[in-house]
């Protein structure tokens, strides 16, 4: 992936606040595992998203949002076995696609 460390650590921080998964009290093994876990989740986010023919940009806050919105669904997804996308995330998958669009016009 194209992401620096820096971009990476943000990726995780934000989607740990979006599943509300507190790595403060883990030991260093078992955060370090979980933080494994997250960022292939945020891979497979990513290579979903620009799938999709969007082209990423790791210094944007909406792309940054949009990767945690899809990561922390697949994380979801594998808990609750539900694999209906939710509307918000398919809307700004749409929305993104449509600007990406525009924007090559």
């Known amino acids: 992936m194209a992401y620096t460390n820096t ?3 943000t990726l995780i921080t934000m ?3 979006n599943l509300e998964i507190i790595t403060d009290y883990m030991d260093t ?3 370090a ?13 990513i ?3 620009e ?3 969007i082209t990423l940009d790791y210094n944007n806050v909406g792309d940054l949002m949009l990767i945690t919105m899809y990561a922390a669904y697949l994380y979801d997804k594998r808990a609750d076995g539900v ?5 918000a995330l398919r809307y700004n998958l ?3 696609v449509f600007q990406e669009n525009v924007n090559d016009a």
Do not use: C, H, W
């Not at 694999?83 to 509307?87: D, G, H, I, L, N």
């Open 47 to 49: 290579s979903f998203i």
């Open 83 to 87: 694999s209906v996308m939710p509307r």
């Open 7 to 9: 971009q990476l650590e």
């Open 29 to 31: 093994d078992a955060k």
């Open 51 to 53: 799938r999709e023919g």
């Open 15 to 17: 989607l740990e606040y």
């Open 33 to 45: 595992q979980k933080e494994a876990q997250l960022t292939q989740y945020i891979d497979s986010a």
């Open 94 to 96: 749409n929305n993104r």
